[in-house]
C-alpha cells in the first residue's frame, strides 16, 4: 500500500505565503513523478506544478513565478511553496505521485486526502 499526506494547507489573506507538504510512505520501490493539483468546488481539478525524480519541474501559467515544487528524495517527500497568494488560488490541493511498488511491473499513480488551502481577507 502507498500512502500520500498533504499537510500545511491554512486560511492566509491574500498576498500572503504558504508551504504544503507531502510525504509518500508504503511499499515504494521508485518514486517517480511527483505533483501538485488543486480542485475548487464547481471546477475540474487541475495540475498546478510537476516535479520529476531528477529535479525537472513544470508549472501551470496561472502560478508560475508564485509557485515553487520541491522534494527531498530522500524523504519521499514534495512541497509547494507558495507565495503572493490570490483569492483564485483557494483550493484543495492534492498531491499525487507516480510509484513503482515491491512486485510491480509497472508505476501506477496514487493520491492523498487534500488539505485546504483558503485565500480571503
Known amino acids: 500500500q502507498v500512502r500520500l499526506v498533504e499537510s500545511g494547507g491554512v486560511l492566509v489573506q491574500p498576498g500572503g505565503s504558504l508551504r504544503l507538504s507531502c510525504v509518500a510512505s508504503?511499499?515504494?520501490?521508485?518514486?517517480?513523478?511527483m505533483a501538485w493539483n488543486h480542485h475548487a468546488p464547481g471546477k475540474e481539478r487541475e495540475l498546478v506544478a510537476r516535479i520529476f525524480s531528477g529535479g525537472n519541474t513544470q508549472y501551470a501559467e496561472s502560478v508560475n513565478v508564485r509557485f515553487t515544487i520541491s522534494r527531498d528524495n530522500a524523504q519521499k517527500s514534495a512541497y509547494l511553496q507558495m507565495n503572493s497568494l490570490k483569492p483564485e488560488d483557494t483550493a484543495v490541493y492534492f498531491c499525487?505521485?507516480?510509484?513503482?511498488?515491491?512486485?510491480?511491473?509497472?508505476?501506477?499513480?496514487?493520491w492523498g486526502q487534500g488539505t485546504q488551502v483558503t485565500v480571503y481577507s
Open positions: 499525487s505521485a507516480h510509484v513503482m511498488t515491491f512486485g510491480a511491473m509497472a508505476y501506477g499513480e496514487y
Open positions: 508504503g511499499s515504494i520501490f521508485i518514486l517517480g513523478i
